[in-house]
Nanobody, 122 residues
Framework: QVQLVESGVGLVQAGGSLRLSCAAS????????MGWFRQAPGKDRELVAR????????YYANSVKGRFTISRDNAKNTMYLQMDSLKPEDTAVYYC???????????????WGQGTQVTVSS
């Protein structure tokens, strides 16, 4: 089992940048595929980005491609989401997730963080 804790500054102006971190407990972080999801008010949760166990393979939703970068440091048991050129529509609660499968699914994962609010003002 793994416990996930997100962190990152929550309020930024449009066009700005923000980096989220997800710290994982345990010694088996490198055996989990990881991902970032978000959920805006009144909308379904969506997969933003995901990364393979070794960090080589990544996927981005079209809405964030070219602006967000997902990465992980297995030595530090931490995953990151660098968010640049932020837009008001990026406002949401962001969740990190871990899965024992090869990749994190589009709609589900084995373990979830508690979520962190990101607000982008116009």
């Amino acid at each position: 089992q793994v416990q996930l804790v997100e962190s990152g500054v929550g309020l930024v102006q449009a066009g700005g940048s923000l980096r989220l971190s997800c710290a994982a407990s345990g010694r088996t972080f490198s055996t989990y595929a990881m991902g970032w999801f978000r959920q805006a008010p009144g909308k379904d949760r969506e997969l933003v980005a995901r990364i393979s166990r070794n960090g080589i393979s990544t996927y981005y939703a079209n809405s964030v491609k070219g602006r967000f970068t997902i990465s992980r440091d297995n030595a530090k048991n931490t995953m990151y989401l660098q968010m640049d050129s932020l837009k008001p529509e990026d406002t949401a609660v962001y969740y990190c997730a871990a899965d024992r499968a090869l990749i994190v699914g589009q709609n589900e994962a084995d373990y979830w963080g508690q979520g962190t609010q990101v607000t982008v003002s116009s």
